[in-house]
Every structure is written in C-alpha cells, then in structure tokens.
C-alpha cells in the first residue's frame, strides 16, 4: 500500500515563513502560517505506525487549511 502525505507550505531553510513569496502563501491558508517540520513528521509518524494500519491508499493533506 501507498500512502501519501502532503504538506503545504512549511518553514524550512530552503522555504523560509519570511519574505514577499510568504505572505501570499501564509495568506492562502485557513491558519494564515506556515507549517512546522515537526508537524509534517508528526503526520508522517503516525502513518508509518501501528495505529494508522487501516488506511490505505490515502493522500493525507496537511496544508494548514490550503486546499479546504
């Protein structure tokens, strides 16, 4: 089985939550932020673990409400 998890826009060095390409991203999302890494993880975590072994095939958005 394949899950899938997909983050919307996440504060990293690369991608940083500052700068005029942010603030349209921030805007575009329910929460008005970026993502933290150690939210993505936790996601990716939980799919990988015993609790999550009833889903399958599933594309798990975690985009802070970008795509609601």
């Known amino acids: 089985t394949v899950n899938n998890v997909q983050p919307g826009p996440i504060d990293t060095e690369l991608n940083p939550a500052t700068g005029d390409w942010a603030a349209p ?17 936790a996601m990716v975590a939980f799919v990988a673990g015993p609790e999550a072994s009833y889903i399958t095939g599933a594309n798990l958005t975690v985009d802070g409400g970008m795509n609601a």
């Open 25 to 41: 991203q921030k805007a575009a999302t329910a929460l008005n932020r970026y993502g933290q890494v150690d939210e993505i993880a």
